[in-house]
């Protein structure tokens, strides 16, 4: 969090369009190590955009991505995934395996790394469980047996089931109720803390964002418009940060109702 | 001009297709022989393809092989040429129709639940979930699936072949009334090592082809159920055809001089 400590993910630039739509525009962030940051903005804003490029999901036009200190953009297939390593990424829709039982997919990420044997998986998976609030009962069952929330949780345990340095999370809240999503908040401070990883989260949902954020950025057209600490939200001066904080459909920015 | 306008995107469109299938099979191939491997995958789809297709391409090779004998019968019998019945089964099983039909059965239920499988993955961020526990999704998914279907489709034509032979020796004896021992001499007689091996061969080429296009169309698969239902849809299709016209091409290399 202090400034002098390099950051941890550094964009440079970053460009992509998906024909002639601009999603993102020349645009610069900087996470730190052990930062909590939440980028938030509109639907379609280019937030997941961004995500997938940062992961290589999708391939930015142009632009640079260093993660410590290491350019990401352009590098081989080896080196990417040996970078990837050190991600984490909570999915907006879980995207669980449905052909696994919950435990398997929990540890997924160790026994396909071949990491450890089966039987000692099994015991981290059980317990990065717990840690989610969830028993060991629950680690036979199917995914397709588990409600919304609980399948968040199952989704958060595989993120950092093999102690990622970075979490990614994408709309960790979505399409939960309040208490739940205020229960995946708690889940997402303890679990980044306890790891002491850095996490980049997307959201649109305000509660969420000041509850799990160090510093928080907006997204606008493809640009950060505005970054700072989760404190200083409400003086940010800017009155699209003011209209979106405030959920106002009035003000500068204009939602397309109709394409 | 809006003629040679209509015919220049559809050659274009063609081309782009074809093109994005070539290197898609291109990289699936490399990374089939790159570790890591997924044993435990390719275990499970090693049965998939192989032990659980068992009933249905054995019924279809059953049934070929009855109707062939009572069919070349009709035709065979005007010239009092009866023994030529056996030649006939087992030339056109080894050679044609067990591989072909096996290929058809497998493409219908193979490549079409991969396409629905891994199509599915894709709409719900499955496939992206993979890449974000470091873990290709062409290694993990797509390997293991080519490699299972060009072992097992062989194997399969081998049993189809047995079954199939065994169906015209069924009809031959019980229907038509011929002398077991004579049918099964002039059997092993027509029996040649270069068309089961050619045979072999073909249901190799076409396990690749269902298990390339049943992936392919997955992978590459949007929009949601409508998206997964098209992939289905031309996994069966392409697969089917492309299983006709690689036979023709195979069957020119090994027998035209």
Redesign the interface.
């Given at each position: 969090m202090t400034d002098k400590a390099p950051p941890k993910i550094r964009i440079g630039g970053l460009y992509k369009a998906f024909g002639t739509k601009r999603v993102l525009d020349n645009l610069d962030l900087d996470v730190g190590d052990g930062e909590s940051l939440v980028v938030i903005g509109g639907s379609g804003s280019g937030k997941s955009v961004l995500l997938?490029c940062i992961?290589?999901?999708l391939r930015a036009d142009a632009g640079s991505i260093t993660v410590d200190g290491e350019e990401v953009m352009g590098s081989p297939p080896e080196k990417r995934?040996a970078i990837?390593?050190k991600?984490?990424?909570l999915?907006?829709?879980s995207?669980?395996?449905?052909?696994l039982p919950v435990w398997e997919n929990v540890a997924?990420?160790l026994l396909?790394?071949?990491l450890m044997d089966r039987k000692s998986a099994r015991e981290v998976a059980i317990s990065k469980l717990a840690q989610v609030g969830l028993g060991p009962d629950v680690a036979m069952l199917s995914p397709s047996e588990l409600s919304g929330g609980m399948q968040k949780r199952v989704g958060l345990a595989?993120?950092i089931a093999?102690d990622p340095e970075i979490i990614?999370f994408d709309e960790p809240t979505t399409g939960l109720d309040p208490i739940m999503a205020d229960v995946i908040n708690n889940l997402i401070i303890e679990t980044t803390r306890e790891v002491g990883a850095t996490a980049l989260s997307i959201t649109h949902d305000m509660a969420s964002a000041r509850k799990i954020a160090h510093r928080i950025a907006m997204l606008y057209q493809g640009k950060i418009i505005w970054a700072g600490p989760v404190s200083e939200i409400t003086r940010s001066g800017d009155e699209r940060v003011d209209q979106f904080i405030h959920g106002r459909a009035d003000g500068p920015i204009q939602m397309a109702v109709r394409a | 001009m809006r003629v040679l306008q209509l015919i220049g995107s559809f050659v274009l469109g063609f081309l782009e297709s074809t093109g994005r299938l070539v290197i898609f099979a291109g990289s699936a191939i490399g990374h089939c022989f790159r570790p890591?491997f997924?044993w435990r995958s390719l275990g499970r789809q090693l049965i998939d393809i192989g032990y659980y297709s068992l009933p249905v391409v054995g019924l279809t090779a059953i049934f070929t092989g009855m109707v062939l004998a009572l069919q070349s019968y009709t035709g065979f019998a005007r010239f009092s040429a009866e023994s030529a019945i056996a030649t006939v089964v087992v030339v056109s099983i080894t050679r044609e129709l067990g591989p072909v039909l096996a290929g058809l059965m497998v493409a219908g239920r193979i490549g079409a639940a991969m396409a629905a499988?891994i199509g599915t993955?894709r709409v719900?961020?499955?496939l992206?979930?993979l890449?974000?526990?470091?873990?290709?999704p062409m290694k993990?998914m797509v390997a293991p699936r080519l490699i299972a279907g060009v072992l097992m489709l062989p194997l399969l034509v081998v049993v189809a072949d047995i079954i199939g032979v065994f169906g015209g020796y069924l009809v031959a004896v019980y229907k038509l009334g011929f002398n077991p021992a004579t049918y099964l001499q002039n059997t092993f007689d027509a029996l040649k090592t270069e068309d089961v091996v050619s045979g072999l061969v073909k249901a190799s080429v076409f396990g690749f082809i269902i298990t390339l296009m049943g992936c392919y169309n997955g992978y590459t698969s949007r929009g949601g159920a409508q998206g997964v239902g098209a992939a289905t849809t031309n996994t069966i299709v392409s697969a089917s055809i492309l299983i006709l016209c690689f036979d023709y091409i195979l069957t020119e290399l090994f027998f035209a001089r």
């Open positions: 997938k992961l290589g999901l995934e990837n390593r991600f984490g990424m999915l907006q829709g995207a669980l395996f449905d052909s997924f990420g396909a790394g071949k595989r993120a093999a990614l | 890591p997924y499988e993955m719900t961020e499955q992206d979930a890449t974000t526990l470091s873990t290709n993990y």
